[in-house]
């Protein structure tokens, strides 16, 4: 119990890094919709090695610190061409006409594009072929996309050339060849990210391998020729990759990245498992970007207060070292192994004049356990204990509440899970509080 305490405040007190510690997550791709973030990422597997990827993640928030995970959302199985079980690398999703586009490119076949009516999918190929293979070479990775102000559409790709196709604006063709980038921008290796803000065109990348840092160049024009401008953030030996997302969202500027400070709370050995992060940055009045440090030496402030008062799925957590998320088969994500001693943070809870109860959908095959609810540190007062008893099943699941105390205002949440059992207390679905 306490070396899991020390991970979470030796990892916690500076800068939430990464965004998510349940599962290895990598190459981010934010999209904003609707006053949401949703954060599409790539998966490196517990077990990885070199690059193990089968699937493409979801996970959302609207407050940049607690992110509720959605599961994967699109795996190598999506295409019926892929011929590899393996190599489901950098995507991005672009929202068009209410439609979403998954760009998916598989290492060694080409770039594939998946649709959906929804950003959470299902997403199906609609074209049941490759968008773009170069079968000479396995450059066609990292593709971005993004439409110009006057409808057209294009993607960019490449590592370490950058190539780009106009598409057409079903989304799923393009029109023309495929056009090599004459100059590179300096320092590029891969992941581009390309945009446009402010009548400026951005292409973001991973500066030259290894360690790779995030570069950045500025276009007139979304063909180029494309002048490096500097770092947003330099290269470390912090981490050896690096990845760049990057959006507007409430009125700020965040850049998404990558690193291995999760899998180095267990070891320095290297393996391709890595975890998602993300910054605050700032334009510069011509547009420039100012540098920021690595991650884990900036803070990543809450937008808003977290709504305790409605049903909060238990995916969500700011931080949640230790836990994982399985996959209900009706469809749905809830929390397991949940082990004596770990813990579940929400950041920023608007608790108001005061939270009366609390109500937990939890499952155990086991004896159960309990839930202290403690405010703003993992040893800090204790609100509530809610008791979680035998359900018959872990996939049994039955409402379990306690009375609170002294929650009012904002707070960090710290759900703390005791149980005699050291392993898998209990699963859990949802909770609310009233
Ligand atoms: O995640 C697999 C590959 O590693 C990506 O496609 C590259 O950008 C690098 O992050």
């Known amino acids: 119990m306490l070396s899991g305490l020390l991970a979470l405040t030796a990892t916690c007190a500076m800068a939430q890094d990464p965004l998510i510690q349940t599962k290895y997550t990598a190459d981010p791709a934010p999209m904003v919709y609707n ?7 790539t998966h490196d597997e ?49 929202e068009r006409n209410g439609k979403f586009y998954m760009y998916c490119p598989i290492h060694g076949n080409g770039i594939g594009v998946l649709v959906s009516d929804s950003p959470y999918g299902p997403f ?29 559409a294009y993607m960019y790709w490449g590592n370490p050339n950058v190539y780009y196709v106009k ?44 360690p790779e840092g995030i570069g950045y160049a500025m276009s007139d024009s979304p063909t180029g020729p494309w002048t490096t401008r500097g770092y947003i953030m330099r290269p470390t ?20 990245g990558l690193n291995y400070d999760l899998m180095h709370i267990d070891t320095y050995k290297h393996h391709e498992r890595r975890s998602v992060s993300a910054a605050e940055m700032h334009y510069n009045a011509d547009g420039t970007i100012q540098e ?3 991650f884990k030496e900036t803070t990543l402030k809450q937008i808003e207060p977290f709504n305790p008062y409605r049903r ?3 995916e969500t957590m700011a931080w949640g070292y230790g836990l994982k998320t399985g996959v209900f088969d009706k469809g749905g994500i809830y929390v397991t192994h949940v082990d004596n001693g770990e813990t579940l943070l929400v950041r920023g809870v608007d608790f108001g004049q005061g939270a009366k109860t609390f109500t937990v959908s939890a499952a155990t095959a086991k004896q159960g356990g309990l839930i202290l609810l403690r405010l703003d540190s993992p040893t800090g007062p204790v609100v509530g204990t809610v008791k979680v008893t035998p359900t018959g099943s872990a996939d049994t699941y039955r409402l379990s509440s306690c009375d609170i105390s002294g929650a009012t205002g904002v707070h960090d949440l710290y759900l703390c899970f005791m149980g005699e059992a050291v392993q898998d207390l209990f699963n859990l679905d949802y909770w609310m509080f009233k």
């Open 35 to 41: 006053d949401t973030i949703y954060l599409y990422t």
């Open 46 to 94: 517990d077990d990885a090695g070199n690059f193990k990827m089968l699937d493409w993640l979801l996970y959302t928030s609207t407050d940049m610190v607690n992110w509720t995970d959605h599961g994967a959302v699109a795996s190598l199985k999506s295409f019926d061409w892929v011929e590899r079980d393996n190599g489901a690398w950098a995507l991005q999703v672009l």
């Open 312 to 314: 909060v799925e238990a």
């Open 167 to 210: 598409l057409n604006d079903d989304m799923i063709s393009y029109s023309g060849e495929v056009v090599k980038l004459a100059k590179n921008p300096e320092h590029y290796q891969e992941g581009p990210w390309t945009y446009k803000r402010n009548g400026h065109y951005y292409m973001a990348f991973a500066s030259t391998c290894c």
């Open 124 to 152: 199906k190929d609609p074209i049941g072929k490759p968008l773009v293979w170069q079968r000479e070479h396995w450059e066609d990775i990292d593709p971005t996309v993004f439409v110009d102000d006057d409808g057209q």
């Open 237 to 256: 030996a912090k981490t050896r990759g690096n990845h760049p997302g990057i959006i507007d969202y409430k009125g700020k500027s965040y850049v998404f």
């Open 292 to 294: 920021l440090p690595y």
